[in-house]
């Protein structure tokens, strides 16, 4: 069993539907991170959370430590939201483990 | 401000060559993590860099290794490759830790024949 599982594996959309990733993860963590990668590789960070939630646009991110769960939603999706999204967790180092990553695409 | 900078783009050897790839991180940013990715094992951590120091290292064999500048400027070294280190590389910088968030750069796209 992965450390860090998410879910759903790949995602379609139509444009303007609220969307939720979600990672469980099984370890004790220091910190989660949300992370986007398009087509091409580049990957981006979206979210570093340790506690609670944050909003940035469009994009929102909670977790929930006792549960050892967190979420990614996207409101009113656009096409160019379609990307793989990643969650990984980090523990007491910088060693990040990676889920295997959600792959949304957005039709309009 | 300039991002994470990684060179060459793409990569093309040959079975048993040796390959170094480059990551240039954010100015200021001491810490270098490198990452590799394949189809089959999706990301997996490499080791990082802090202060010219390896700090942290990831299940690999010897034949990946990695060092850091000064300048904190990082190159990762690939020595005898076989077809499965063919993968995209990618670092990322930080200020001083994952305590701090990550600034990945865009990667290297190695190709081993």
């Known amino acids: 069993k992965n450390e860090v599982e998410q879910s759903p594996q790949n995602l379609t959309a139509q444009e303007g539907e609220f969307i939720t990733i979600n990672c469980s993860y099984s370890?004790?963590?220091?910190?989660l991170h949300w992370l986007q990668q398009h087509p091409g590789g580049g990957i981006v960070s979206l979210f570093m959370?340790?506690?609670g939630k944050k909003k940035h646009g469009r994009l929102i991110a909670t977790i929930n430590i006792q549960e050892k769960h967190s979420s990614l939603h996207i409101t009113a999706s656009h096409p160019r939201d379609s990307a793989v999204y990643i969650c990984?967790?980090?523990?007491?180092?910088?060693?990040?483990?990676f889920g295997t990553g959600t792959r949304l695409q957005v039709f309009p | 401000k300039a991002g994470v900078t990684q060179t060459p783009r793409y990569l093309i050897k040959t079975r048993g060559q040796q390959v170094t790839l480059s990551c240039s991180p954010i100015?200021?940013?001491?810490?270098v993590s490198w990452y590799q990715q394949t189809p089959g094992q999706g990301l997996q951590f490499l080791f990082e860099?802090?202060?010219?120091?390896?700090?942290n290292k990831g299940n690999f064999p010897g034949r990946f290794s990695g060092r850091q500048f000064s300048n904190s400027r990082s190159e990762m070294n690939v020595s005898t490759l076989e077809l499965g280190d063919s993968a995209l590389y990618l670092c990322?910088?930080?200020?001083?830790?994952?305590?701090?968030?990550?600034?990945f750069g865009s990667g290297t796209r190695l190709t081993v024949v």
């Open positions: 990322a910088s930080s200020s001083s830790g994952q305590a701090y968030g990550y600034t």
């Open positions: 370890v004790g963590i220091s910190a």
């Open positions: 959370l340790s506690s």
């Open positions: 990984a967790v980090g523990r007491n180092t910088d060693k990040l483990i």
């Open positions: 100015s200021g940013h001491r810490s």
């Open positions: 860099y802090f202060s010219e120091t390896q700090r």
